[in-house]
């Protein structure tokens, strides 16, 4: 598919880094309209992490905010999606599971929905039908 999407990946890595992989996975389906380009950094990285995340963040389309039950208390995943509205990048908030209590992080505004995770829901968020 031509003209994919450069996506960060914005995850929780204590709790959630499996559903990262899945969502990795499916960037190589044959009809995958986004690239897996970047993803989390862990906040106790040396020197400036959060300039480190803006550096990633520069050269992607959009942001894919994973939320699981407890990312809400993921200090890292709220800063990237400051980082993100910062930087003016589109972002959407995608449940992780769908068995329900999923968190959004601390620095999603009340407006911000959770979307249900499914193949054509991902592929339309992509496509910015938010």
């Given at each position: 598919?031509?003209?994919?999407?450069?996506?960060?990946?914005?995850?929780?890595?204590?709790?959630?880094?499996?559903?990262?992989?899945?969502?990795?996975?499916?960037?190589?389906?044959?009809?995958?309209p986004?690239?897996?380009?970047?993803?989390?950094?862990?906040?106790?990285?040396?020197?400036?992490?959060?300039?480190?995340?803006?550096?990633?963040?520069?050269?992607?389309d959009?942001?894919?905010?994973?939320?699981?039950k407890?990312?809400?208390?993921?200090?890292?995943?709220?800063?990237?999606?400051?980082?993100?509205?910062e930087?003016?990048?589109?972002?959407?908030?995608?449940?992780?599971?769908?068995?329900?209590?999923?968190?959004?992080?601390?620095?999603?505004?009340?407006?911000?929905?959770?979307?249900?995770w499914?193949?054509?829901?991902?592929?339309l968020?992509?496509?910015?039908?938010?």
């Amino acid at each position: 598919m031509a003209n994919k999407k450069r996506a960060f990946i914005s995850f929780d890595y204590d709790n959630d880094e499996k559903i990262k992989m899945f969502l990795a996975g499916q960037a190589k389906n044959p009809d995958s309209p986004f690239e897996f380009k970047d993803n989390s950094v862990r906040d106790h990285l040396t020197g400036d992490w959060q300039q480190k995340v803006r550096r990633r963040m520069a050269n992607i389309d959009v942001v894919v905010v994973l939320c699981g039950k407890h990312t809400h208390t993921a200090k890292g995943v709220s800063a990237e999606l400051t980082i993100a509205k910062e930087l003016k990048k589109p972002y959407f908030l995608l449940a992780g599971y769908s068995g329900g209590g999923c968190k959004k992080p601390t620095s999603a505004s009340s407006t911000d929905k959770l979307y249900k995770w499914t193949w054509e829901n991902l592929k339309l968020l992509l496509a910015g039908n938010r």
